[in-house]
């Protein structure tokens, strides 16, 4: 039995290097995954596109997006939640994108029930996000919420963001394209989005 | 942000990250299995109809959790430049040949005691922009899952003795020097195939379950 440091833990993790600009060796189209959600998966459709920028306001392109979601009751599709709440087995919940010459990439999915967060209190509809470029160190975590949403009011995690921040983590409706939406990530810059330390 | 890696000044965010405590979306993530992978996924010397050219080697190694557990059935993804030190991808522009028998893309899963093997060949290093004779020490990209959202690890995998180390701020980005000791592979007699392929031992540390989440449960 090894001792554990002071850090308690037994072993140290390995240090995070950025993902560079060539992952797309290896995740590409062949093992990307656009349906985060298939088209017989319970729930309320959405297309989500999601947009990337620098410190400048300029798109960021070869960056992975990743997202991973709970289905439309609320329960993810993963052993440690212990919910009494079915699998949709349409519904995968994981999916990742490469930004294209806009910055941009697009997912389809479904919006998310909600599902329990510290102490109880019912977590808004949101997506767990993660996003890696080059000139990014380690990953970023971040969330998209849904603007307008009624739950968002009583979340407990966007309660830990500052009021004046929150809209930085919101999708907003396409005008005129029911079920779409639109996410902007700042990675700096005036309008940086809110990033989480998981 | 690291100022000596440029671009990191335009990308790294500059507000403090707001601690999430640890729920449900954190402590779970995707799930992968033997349907992701196919047959030679795992040897990058099979991809094509030749054998590509370059110093084969095998890296391997165990995936484990900072609690000192295996980590089973996870997905370990890779990606490398040719032994010439050009990667298969439209926007690498460094003059060197591309090798039409080597794609530098593996995937492979943990087995149920968190081993995992690679075959390649010894990537070569390569030239970039980032300061006038930057050079990039020869390496092999990482990326696992572990178990949830909150242990994923990207990580580049390094040569010991690479005389580039010192200079490369993307190594160097890692600010602790055991940390940066811990992303160079060791060469292991061992793990040689004679006759055959040099081998490289890389133990990867994922992060543990930090906390339990609340279930909502009465």
């Excluded at chain 1, 400048?56 to 709440?85: C, F, M, S």
């Excluded at chain 1, 921040?165 to 409706?173: H, I, K």
């Excluded at chain 2, 980032?130 to 909150?150: C, K, M």
Aim: glycine letters at 8%.
């Amino acid at each position: 039995m090894r001792a554990k440091s002071k850090t308690g833990r037994v072993l140290e993790p390995t240090p995070w290097c950025t993902v560079g600009p060539y992952f797309s060796v290896t995740v590409n189209d062949s093992n990307s995954v656009r349906a985060i959600a298939a088209p017989d998966a319970k729930g309320e459709r959405v297309k989500l596109i999601c947009a990337v920028f620098d410190r400048d306001g300029k798109p960021v392109t070869d960056t992975l997006v990743e997202i991973w979601q709970a289905n439309a009751d609320g329960k993810y599709n993963h052993p440690a939640d212990r919910q009494e709440k079915s699998i949709d087995s349409p519904f995968r919940g994981f999916g990742r994108q490469i930004t294209d010459e806009n910055g941009a990439c697009e997912f389809e999915t479904i919006m998310p029930g909600r599902v329990p967060g510290p102490r109880g209190a019912l977590q808004a509809p949101h997506l767990e996000v993660g996003v890696f470029t080059r000139g990014v160190l380690k990953l970023l975590a971040t969330r998209i919420y849904f603007s307008g949403d009624a739950a968002n009011a009583e979340c407990p995690v966007l309660a830990l963001v500052p009021k004046t921040r929150r809209a930085t983590l919101m999708a907003l409706p396409v005008a005129g394209q029911p079920g779409t939406w639109r996410h902007e990530i700042h990675l700096s810059g005036p309008k940086e989005t809110v990033f989480f330390d998981v | 942000m690291y100022p000596p890696y440029r671009l990191t000044l335009t990308r790294a965010p500059r507000k403090p990250l707001i601690v999430l405590p640890h729920t449900l979306s954190e402590v779970t993530g995707p799930v992968f299995g033997h349907g992701d992978i196919r047959e030679a996924d795992n040897d990058l010397t099979r991809q094509h109809e030749g054998e590509p050219i370059g110093e084969r080697i095998t890296v391997s190694g165990k995936v484990l959790d900072d609690n000192g557990r295996p980590v089973p059935n996870t997905l370990i993804e890779v990606w490398q430049c040719n032994s010439a030190g050009r990667y298969r991808h439209r926007i690498d522009q460094h003059h060197a040949p591309l090798d039409p028998n080597f794609s530098g893309g593996g995937r492979t899963l943990t087995d149920a005691q968190g081993n995992y093997r690679f075959v390649t060949i010894k990537p070569g290093p390569y030239p970039w922009e980032n300061h006038p004779n930057a050079w990039r020490p020869a390496h092999i990209h990482f990326s696992l899952y572990g178990t949830a959202f909150a242990t994923r690890l990207v990580t580049q995998m390094y040569f010991p003795g690479d005389p580039l180390l010192p200079f490369c701020p993307i190594f160097n980005s890692i600010p602790d020097p055991k940390g940066r000791e811990r992303v160079i592979s060791k060469f292991e007699l061992n793990r040689t195939e004679p006759g055959w392929s040099l081998g490289f031992r890389f133990d990867i540390v994922v992060r543990g379950r930090e906390a339990t989440p609340f279930e909502g449960k009465k």
